[in-house]
């Protein structure tokens, strides 16, 4: 049987990586040296799941579960930019609950035009013409685009209806919705004809609501025995729950009391999302139908039993879908019970987005010192720190250097010094898988080797910074030694050891330096000729 409905998949979503930027130097005629011009990548394209109201099923994603957006494309020359790559949207039905793969909600997605960035794109790499600034007026490098987002999760389709008819297989219920609205399920005469959720709407009065005929259950339904779990899982979102109670069955160990006690002990034990918001089961709104009463031995047993079922303080109904007996009055009994519960919940709006922006004294990263096979080991995580990781080109030695200029600005030597870091300690970057190893070798020119003890920096004692009048004094002395040196050698004048050339007012010294060696290098030959 071909495959037409599917409320479960396994999606494997990647998100398109940035472009990289590029390293271009303008050239022209009689200017060959013209500046950096390189050009920025594209931003890479996001997964986006969003509500369509004309999807139904999941069956699209059953048979293609492998989805990538598009990539951005890189930059070029002459300051020409990288096109951004294509978004992936994809359109889901109203009320699809996403998972992550151990199982926790990422987001659940009600009302119209919701839509939800699952995957986010990957940024593009800055050119050379971004990079420059004053001190770097013609950068050698270009930073990398940003690989994209990579997650699968589970999309799970649970029915937006506002009642649920719920019973054994094949109690009357796909015969009930077709009379109630102009859904056409399948019917006959088999149990489990039913194998995947029908809706339809019923109008009474000025009410309109939706019905849901879901997949009949049986003992064990909350262990996932039969078709239990995909029926419960559409009857979450109900407000109201129609017991649907075969009056004409023939099965032995079947009658009205037995299916009803065995139908609730089952919604007792199974637990919906609690992430939803979700009510258990055992407490939303209980309407009781006695289904098939044109079979006269049927009307007669629901008669019999209605009295019992209306002292537990249920409203109860003995109908006929086939002779369409007491429609009506269940049609306006689900719908007054439906208008008091939207009362009660009120407008479903759009998820709106939040935005939380970072507090002024968060750094962006953390460092910790960790143990390893090999020793020990500080890592470096947060967004920032990773990010420009990626985006460095290790090959370029000039980008190396700019990326350590980005650490450094952003405190991770500081913190490295704090945690106990020493010259030569291996330094980790990111995660375990993608992580950067390398060792480290500070940059810092003034680090904790120059200060004091806590709470103190020599760098800021007064008593290492000299007066006024310290300063005065020692100008002093230095004008007192320089007058000193000047005396010292006019005595050596007048005792005839150098004299002045005429015109000159200050020794000679290379002269006489050059006249010494001269006389030694004569004796040295005339002592050698000897």
């Not at 890592?379 to 990626?390: E, F, N």
């Not at 120059?450 to 004692?461: A, E, K, P, Q």
Request: glycine letters at 12%; aromatic letters at 4%; a negative charge.
């Amino acid at each position: 049987m071909a495959v037409t409905f599917v409320d479960r998949v396994v999606l494997h979503l990647s998100a398109g990586a940035g472009g990289h930027g590029v390293a271009s130097v303008k050239r022209e005629k009689f200017k060959p040296l013209g500046g950096p011009d390189g050009g920025n990548g594209g931003r890479g394209g996001s997964v986006i799941l969003r509500v369509d109201p004309s999807s139904t099923t999941l069956l699209d994603y059953h048979r293609h579960p492998h989805r990538k957006a598009g990539n951005g494309a890189p930059g070029a020359g002459d300051e020409r930019n990288g096109a951004d790559g294509d978004d992936l949207v994809l359109l889901v039905p109203e009320g699809t609950v996403v998972k992550d793969s151990s199982g926790h909600i990422i987001v659940d997605l009600v009302g119209m035009g919701s839509e939800h960035v699952i995957a986010a794109g990957g940024r593009g790499g800055l050119g050379n013409k971004a990079l420059a600034s004053a001190r770097r007026k013609a950068p050698g490098f270009a930073l990398l685009g940003e690989p994209g987002e990579e997650i699968d999760v589970v999309l799970e389709l649970k029915s937006l209806a506002d009642v649920a008819l719920i019973g054994f297989p094949s109690a009357g219920k796909s015969s009930l919705v077709s009379v109630l609205s102009a859904a056409r399920p399948k019917i006959a005469d088999y149990p489990f004809t039913t194998l995947v959720p029908n809706l339809g709407v019923v109008t009474a009065g000025s009410s309109r609501f939706t019905v849901a005929d879901v997949p009949g259950l049986i003992p064990g339904a909350h262990e996932g025995k039969g078709l239990g779990l995909e029926f419960l899982r559409h009857v979450e979102r109900c407000s109201v729950l129609v017991h649907v109670i075969d009056c004409a069955t023939l099965e032995p160990g079947r009658d009205p009391m037995t299916d009803l006690d065995v139908i609730e002990n089952e919604l007792s034990l199974y637990v919906p999302d609690a992430d939803l918001g979700g009510r258990p089961l055992s407490e939303r709104t209980r309407i009781v139908v006695l289904n098939k009463a044109d079979v006269p031995e049927a009307r007669e047993l629901a008669e019999m039993v209605r009295p019992d079922l209306e002292a537990r303080g249920l409203e109860v109904f003995v109908v006929s879908a086939v002779a369409h007996l007491g429609l009506r009055e269940l049609s306006f009994a689900m719908a007054r019970h439906v208008e008091a519960a939207r009362k009660e919940v009120g407008e479903v709006l759009p998820k709106r987005v939040v935005l939380r922006p970072r507090s002024v004294d968060d750094r962006g990263f953390t460092v910790t010192k960790e143990n390893g096979p090999d020793g020990v080991f500080y890592r470096v995580t947060g967004d920032r720190p990773i990010r420009w990781v990626r985006q460095t080109d290790f090959s370029n030695d000039e980008a190396v250097g700019y990326l350590a200029d980005r650490l450094g600005r952003l405190g991770v030597e500081q913190e490295l010094y704090k945690v106990g870091a020493v010259a030569g300690d291996t330094v980790v970057i990111g995660a375990t898988d993608d992580a950067v190893v390398f060792d480290w070798e500070p940059t810092l020119q003034a680090g904790a080797e120059l200060l004091g003890s806590r709470g103190t920096d020599l760098r800021l004692s007064e008593a290492s910074r000299p007066t006024r009048d310290e300063k005065r004094e020692a100008q002093r002395d230095r004008y007192a030694a320089r007058a000193a040196t000047q005396e010292e050698l006019e005595a050596e004048r007048r005792a005839g050891l150098w004299q002045l050339r005429d015109g000159d007012t200050e020794p000679d010294t290379k002269s006489d330096a050059k006249s010494d060696m001269t006389s030694d290098t004569k004796a040295d030959t005339t002592s050698d000729d000897a």
